[in-house]
């Protein structure tokens, strides 16, 4: 079992800067995939970043160059530096565990971007 925490979301102005924390329960270098997705009010749930157990990281196309996916291996912790905020990135963020066998799902944050 895999527990996952995120902290960090809020009120954010467009043009911002928000960073997320998610709180792995389990050494980071177990876990196959750990990525952020997000979710909008009557829209599916996308994928936003991911960063794999050797370090490598991908982007949705939608946030490249102003998202940034990090990790902090002695704190088993990751984060989604969001820069650059526009206000279609209003939604909930989950942070997600990949095991292969299994998947893991946090409880998820609001992120808002507003004038």
């Known amino acids: 079992q ?3 925490v995120e902290s960090g979301g809020g009120l954010a ?3 911002g800067s928000l960073r997320l924390s998610c709180a792995v329960s389990k050494n980071i270098y177990s876990i196959t995939l750990l ?3 997000r979710q909008a009010p009557g829209k599916q749930r996308d994928l936003v970043a991911s960063i794999s157990s050797g370090g490598k990281t991908n982007y949705a ?5 102003r998202f940034t996916i ?3 291996t002695t704190k088993n912790t990751i984060y989604l530096q969001m820069d650059s905020l526009k206000p ?6 989950y942070c997600h565990a990949d ?3 299994a998947q893991y799902w946090g409880q998820g ?6 004038s």
Do not use: K, N
């Open 88 to 93: 279609e990135d209003t939604a909930a963020y």
């Open 109 to 114: 944050t609001q992120v808002t971007v507003s």
């Open 61 to 65: 196309d939608s946030v490249r160059g």
């Open 99 to 101: 095991r292969r066998v």
């Open 13 to 15: 102005q467009p043009g």
């Open 70 to 72: 990090s990790r902090d």
């Open 35 to 37: 990525a952020w997705y």
């Open 2 to 4: 895999v527990q996952l």
